[in-house]
């Protein structure tokens, strides 16, 4: 099993930016997939970004495309999103999310989530 903790949510305004991490241990050998998901209300669990660490290979939504950058610290077992130029649409929860194997970018091929971290972005 791996467990997942997200932090670094929070109110930020528009323009601003935050910086989400995620904590993960068990056996964080099994998985060389980590992505960020987000969830708004209402609407379904979409991908932000996600990385494989064993070939490098990234991928980011166009949304956030430019603003967001996915990246990891093998020594603290932490990986993070770094969040600029935020906008109110990118008000949701954010999830972090792993999985073993080839970068995939839908929710159903993650087998593990965190609880999850509320950003909201005001106008």
């Known amino acids: 099993q791996v467990q997942l903790v997200e932090s670094g949510g929070g109110l930020v305004q528009a323009g601003g930016s935050l910086r989400l991490s995620c904590a993960a241990s068990?056996?964080?050998?099994?998985?060389?997939?980590v992505g960020w998901f987000r969830q708004a209300p209402g609407k379904e669990r979409e991908i932000v970004a996600t990385s494989n660490w064993s070939t490098g290979n990234t991928y980011y939504a166009d949304s956030v495309k430019g603003r967001f950058t996915i990246s990891r610290d093998n020594a603290k077992n932490m990986v993070y999103l770094q969040m600029n130029s935020l906008k109110p649409e990118d008000t949701a929860v954010y999830y972090c999310a792993a999985k073993s194997g080839s970068l995939r970018v839908g929710r159903y091929d993650y087998n593990y989530w965190g609880q999850g971290t509320q950003v909201t972005v005001s106008s």
């Open positions: 068990g056996r964080t050998f099994s998985v060389n997939t």
